[in-house]
């Protein structure tokens, strides 16, 4: 009797497996580089500062996108032109950059906003990032949008005085879910509060925090029921990260740091948020506070 057929089935096994195997090995592996993508991302800088002619007597806004970790390609082009928008409707100088050259003191003192949209990973040389917290301690202001303030800066001095809550994850399984935002009664804030829409329906990734910002000094524009959505990012051998912030979930907020001024927004994930009318005047009305 012969074995070769049994055989020929074996050497096919051997051979499936192996692919398989192969397969999750290289699926593991991607997974591991876009996950230290996401928490750390892959640095790479620019020293060259631009040549830029600075108008007179206009405020001057500098937009900054550069992505060094996770790139959210449609939030980032979705803010151009909402901001450029703006600019026009206020008569304001908006100077679009990417790159970190333009973060020395000299070109930094002459912008009243830096922008960082959807700005993620370690963007800035340590001498940038010295020039930049001295622009801010000297009266200069930022607005950070949501992955702004998604954990994978790693700079202490970013993360407790400009964004002001440490960032935990986003739900997984749920991505992207509705909820309404609130706008918080401030009564020591009035000339913030008083053109802002009173509630922000919106769908987007809502992030979540360790802790509130409240807890570093900043003030909460607003907020939503975090009970309302499901705030899980729980997946695969991760297990610890199923928590929310609770009935109070802080989504935008505001803080005056020594000279300076900082705000930060967690929506923006993707084009959405640059196409809900409310969202974009509560992100006109903070500029005007901003560049004050």
Avoid: C
């Amino acid at each position: 009797m012969s074995h070769r057929p049994r055989k020929k089935k074996r050497k096919w096994l051997k051979r499936i497996v192996a692919v398989l195997a192969s397969l999750i090995i290289l699926f593991a592996a991607a997974f591991a580089v876009f996950m230290y993508k996401v928490k750390n991302g892959f640095p790479y800088f620019e020293e060259k500062a631009p040549t830029i002619e600075f108008p007179e007597n206009q405020k001057r806004i500098l937009l900054f996108s550069k992505a060094n970790a996770f790139v959210h390609s449609e939030g980032i082009e979705a803010a151009k032109p909402a901001f450029e928008k703006i600019a026009e409707q206020n008569n304001w100088f908006l100077y679009q950059f990417d790159e970190g050259g333009i973060f020395n003191e000299k070109q930094l003192k002459e912008f009243d906003l830096v922008i960082w949209n959807n700005v993620s990973g370690k963007v800035l040389t340590n001498q940038q990032r010295s020039d930049f917290q001295h622009y801010i301690e000297n009266g200069g202001s930022f607005m950070g949008l949501h992955a702004a303030g998604d954990g994978s800066h790693h700079w202490d001095w970013y993360t407790q005085n400009l964004i002001g809550a440490d960032f935990s994850h986003h739900p997984i399984e749920n991505h992207i879910q509705e909820a309404t935002l609130q706008l918080q009664n401030i009564t020591d804030s009035t000339f913030v509060t008083q053109n802002l829409p009173k509630s922000i329906n919106h769908d987007d990734e809502w992030y979540v925090f360790n802790e509130t910002p409240e807890k570093a000094g900043f003030t909460v524009l607003f907020q939503m029921d975090g009970e309302a959505i499901d705030p899980s990012g729980n997946m695969l051998w991760i297990k610890n990260k199923g928590f929310g912030m609770g009935p109070e979930h802080p989504n935008i907020w505001f803080k005056e740091i020594g000279k300076g001024k900082t705000f930060y927004s967690a929506l923006g994930h993707d084009s959405g948020a640059y196409e809900n009318e409310d969202y974009v005047r509560v992100l006109e009305e903070m500029m005007k506070w901003l560049v004050q």
